[in-house]
Nanobody, 123 residues
């Protein structure tokens, strides 16, 4: 069993930055992939970024490429999402997620979820 705790959301003006953190506890194996998803009101949960727990593999949705960076600290069992040049359309609840069996960009393929952290970007 894996537990995930998201943090770092807040209110920021367009063009600003935020860094989200995801603290993981429990047994995380090298095959795990950690992802960030977001869900805006009235919309489906969408993929933002993912990173392998043991390799250099990363993946981003097109709308955040060049602005967001996903990273991990294995020693701290943590994953981060650095978000720069934020836009109002980035406003959503952001969720950290873990998948035990490799990469996917589909929320329904992830096994564990954090509670979510609100990101609001004002124009």
């Amino acid at each position: 069993q894996v537990q995930l705790v998201d943090s770092g959301g807040g209110l920021v003006q367009a063009g600003g930055s935020l860094r989200l953190s995801c603290a993981a506890s429990g047994r995380i194996f090298s095959s795990y992939v950690m992802g960030w998803f977001r869900q805006a009101p009235g919309k489906e949960r969408e993929f933002v970024a993912a990173i392998s727990w043991s390799t250099t593999f990363t993946s981003y949705t097109d709308s955040v490429k060049g602005r967001f960076t996903i990273s991990r600290d294995n020693a701290k069992n943590s994953v981060y999402l650095q978000m720069n040049n934020l836009k109002p359309e980035d406003t959503a609840v952001y969720y950290c997620a873990a998948r035990a069996r490799g990469y996917s960009n589909s929320a329904r393929h992830y096994d564990y979820w954090g509670q979510g952290t609100q990101v609001t970007v004002s124009s």
